[in-house]
């Protein structure tokens, strides 16, 4: 289950998890998209609504925007989760870190179908980075803080700037 991987990513311990789960309101907001992406796709008819109310929470009292859409696998991990945004149509793989003001959506607000982007497994991606538009991001990268990625970055990278370009390659 989803949920417990991304428990397990936050703490090991049994006593650190439960303090996770009671007062951890980078965890909360995880659990808030988890309800709502179950809610969404797995009740009918009113499972959707009741999604809605829990990403509305997630967006009054955490300042977090995260589509019920999105498909985030387990392990996934907010740290300080002021200001994310995450589209509906975009894809993150197991275990992956996102910091506070991470955007992940769409590049052009022209075009009237979503450009999202699809990010790897084990993926880091620093405070305030935007990863716009219909862009692949391979497992193992980490992206740094503020950096602005619009084309694709390759395994094992670490990607930097405006526009990102790769800085080196990770040692992971």
């Known amino acids: 289950m989803k949920l417990y991987e991304d428990i397990n990513a936050y703490a090991s311990s049994l006593g650190a998890k439960m303090k996770v789960c009671l007062v951890s309101p980078a965890f909360h907001i995880v659990l808030f998209y988890r309800i709502s992406f179950f809610l969404t796709h797995k009740v009918p008819i009113v499972g959707s609504y009741i999604g809605l109310i829990f990403e509305y929470i997630n967006r009054i009292v955490y300042s977090v925007d995260i589509s019920r859409y999105a498909k985030i696998d387990g392990g996934f991990v907010v740290m300080h989760g002021m200001g994310i945004v995450i589209g509906e149509e975009v894809q993150i793989g197991k275990n992956c870190k996102i910091l506070n003001g991470v955007n992940l959506g769409n590049k052009d607000t022209e075009v009237t179908?979503?450009?999202?982007?699809?990010?790897?497994?084990?993926?880091?991606?620093?405070?305030?980075?935007?990863?716009?538009?219909?862009?692949?991001?391979?497992?193992?990268?980490?992206?740094?803080?503020?950096?602005?990625?619009?084309?694709?970055?390759?395994?094992?990278?670490?990607?930097?700037?405006?526009?990102?370009?790769?800085?080196?390659?990770?040692n992971r």
């Open 113 to 170: 179908y979503n450009q999202q982007p699809k990010i790897g497994n084990n993926v880091i991606i620093g405070a305030g980075a935007k990863c716009l538009g219909a862009i692949n991001i391979s497992d193992n990268v980490i992206i740094g803080a503020n950096a602005v990625v619009l084309s694709d970055i390759p395994k094992n990278c670490i990607a930097v700037g405006i526009p990102a370009k790769i800085k080196r390659r990770a």
